[in-house]
């Protein structure tokens, strides 16, 4: 799946060469490092902040969160990218890195900031994306690592299920979405975050009428594009490590020299996909990754009804075969009024990725097939 932001950004990319587009600047770097060494320390900032932000924002209610989930190169970012048109949705965007947990005090500091003419650049992952700083793009991944110290350790369960208490963050978590509706001036927050898939039913016991949003795609063709991506990341890293370093800091571990599978509460599994891949076996490694998520995905729908029933699951396929109606579904599962202008403007640009197609030989097909086939039929494959 691909999307344009605006017309004038997609007749205006600038694209990057490899090493490029995983350039960190020193102040990036610096600034970035800074926050994900002393976590505590911006936590309380933030709260100061809110202090601070208080008169603004004490009005302002949250009312059905939208979170985008699921295992990435999925179609979550045009998902996300279509749902932050609307003008009720706030979201985060790439102008609030790197200091997400005082987004008050440092979107005033940007607004103040001269502006130079923003030119849309291909994102890092070369797929067809254009962005700017004013691109929503998913950040609050670094707000969770800072509460939850251990949701990208692959021997200890990622899952936070609605059993899950943890007064300070959630205090935070809320203060932090009502300052970001402040500053964008809308009255729905829209996350996209792909490690949300273990949290849901925390995020429902916190936001009981949140939305749910939950891309899935064929293992085949999904698989290719992890594939793919994880190739490219690779590559870019190598010589930059400064971008390793940004990865780990965002929380974004699918793809690269630091890549690290969700533990869906079974770390046997998740021991075994690290082995296949440290073993070279990487079709092997994605496909009981793609598995084991998925089984967890359709687990949890299955024995809570209340999440099934705030959950919408957008097949990739699906949604490129007919976007109209699938962009209709989406929106009216959100509660987002009024969308027709926006669902004119995007159907027309979705369409099937021109950028690669799966080099797989006929064994590594039937492996993929093989191994996640169970889980496939859960989704209608």
Known sequence: MTGQLTPDQARAPKTKTSGEAFHVSGWDNWLSGLIARHPM???????????????????????????????????????????ARHQDAATHRYRDYPPVFTPYFWNKFVDLAPKGKEVAVERTHADGINITPESPEAFEEMIWMAFFRHLHD????????????????????????????????????????????????????????????????????????????????????QNNPRAIAHMQRVGHYEFGLDRRPINTGDAHASRQIMKHWKDGEEIAGWAHYWSDLHHYIADRLTVNKALKDATLVVRYEDFIADPANQLHRL???????????????VAPTIHAPTYYRPKFNDDEIDLIREVTAIAARRFGY
Not at 43 to 51: A, D, P, S, V
Request: net charge neutral; glycine share 4%.
């Open 41 to 83: 320390q911006w936590i309380r900032l933030g709260n100061f902040e809110t202090k601070i932000a208080r008169d603004a924002i004490e009005d302002i209610k949250i009312e059905k969160p939208v979170f985008v989930a699921g295992l990435a190169r999925s179609g979550s970012t045009i998902l996300l990218e279509t749902l």
């Open 154 to 237: 692959v021997n200890e369960s990622n899952v936070l299920d609605g059993q899950i208490s943890n007064p300070a963050f959630e205090q935070f978590y809320r203060d932090h979405i009502r300052k970001l509706i402040h500053i964008r001036g809308g009255k729905r927050y829209i996350s996209k975050a792909n490690y949300l898939v273990t949290r849901m039913e925390y995020l429902l016991s916190i936001f009981p009428d949140a939305r749910f949003v939950l891309p899935v795609r064929d293992p085949l063709w999904h698989i290719a594009s992890l594939a793919k991506q994880h190739d490219l990341f690779c590559k870019g890293e």
């Open 331 to 345: 929106f009216n599962h959100v509660d987002l009024p009024d969308a027709e202008p926006i669902i004119n403007e």
